[in-house]
């Protein structure tokens, strides 16, 4: 007997996606999507980071996959907060999550394409979608009656990629807030991205965290690696794959 081996994805394309999420909504409030539903089919490498990014963002998630073993290790990974057989479980978890304006993630182990009739023959109606195969008539529907399409991965240029990991893990956060300091207020991502410096340690689980990811412009960067060779030197520092 074979099982299905949840296939991770990087900690950048988690991030990449979240800013490609966060363009969707014009206003730099941190609760633009508290309250918004989002429903993607298939839990694969893809859909664990936009499932992940959902949730960075405070937005709620319902992700639909057959094989229920990927949902569960992605439980098990800390990805999602329950798992659950039947839709109307999913849905009665999500109800008072949503009217409180709380992430929150919820798979479902059952097929996708069911799943998403019963929803458009019962008018429950998503406020994003996002699938690997979105070809059926049930998903049209619902993109039709104004559930918007998350974007993919994408970051504006110029960017460079920086990581970074400390030991002891406390200094990660006081990493964070030097890469916060060195955000430039004129880009008009950055609001976003001091909240994923923010919430993603919440959300990235065993798996992911460890490290930090942030895209970053070269004056950013001139600001940030000083501040951290002089206050934390034995940090690991990379920016674009090349040590720093």
């Known amino acids: 007997m074979s099982f299905a081996v949840m296939q991770l994805p990087e900690r950048s394309a988690v991030h990449d996606q979240y800013l490609a999420l966060s363009r969707l909504q014009e206003t730099a409030q941190a609760d633009a999507f508290a309250g918004r539903l989002l429903l993607r089919a298939a839990f694969d490498t ?43 479980e999913a849905l009665r978890i999500l ?3 949503l009217r409180r304006g709380r992430s929150i993630s919820v798979g479902v182990a059952a097929d996708p394409e069911s799943c998403i009739a019963e929803m458009v023959e019962r008018g429950l109606q998503p406020d994003l979608v996002s699938s690997s195969t979105a070809a059926s008539r049930a998903w049209t529907i619902l993109r039709e009656r104004g559930a918007a399409v998350v974007p993919a991965a994408a970051f504006p240029e110029p960017r460079a990629l ?50 930090q990811c942030l895209r970053m412009t070269p004056a950013e960067i001139a600001i940030f690696l000083p501040g951290v060779q002089t206050l934390f030197p034995a940090a690991s520092v990379t920016v674009d794959g090349a040590g720093a």
């Open 46 to 88: 893809d859909g664990i980071a936009v499932v992940l990014a959902s949730s960075v963002a405070g937005a709620a998630s319902l992700c639909l996959e057959a094989e229920g073993e990927l949902l569960r290790e992605g439980l098990r990974a800390g990805f999602c907060d329950f798992v659950v057989g039947p839709l109307d």
């Open 95 to 97: 109800k008072n999550e």
């Open 162 to 211: 920086v990581e970074w990991s400390a030991d002891p893990a406390a200094s990660m956060s006081a990493l964070a807030q030097l890469a916060v300091n060195a955000l430039d207020p004129e880009q008009p991502d950055t609001a976003a991205r001091r909240r994923w410096l923010e919430r993603s340690p919440a959300y990235l689980g065993r798996r992911l965290g460890g490290r």
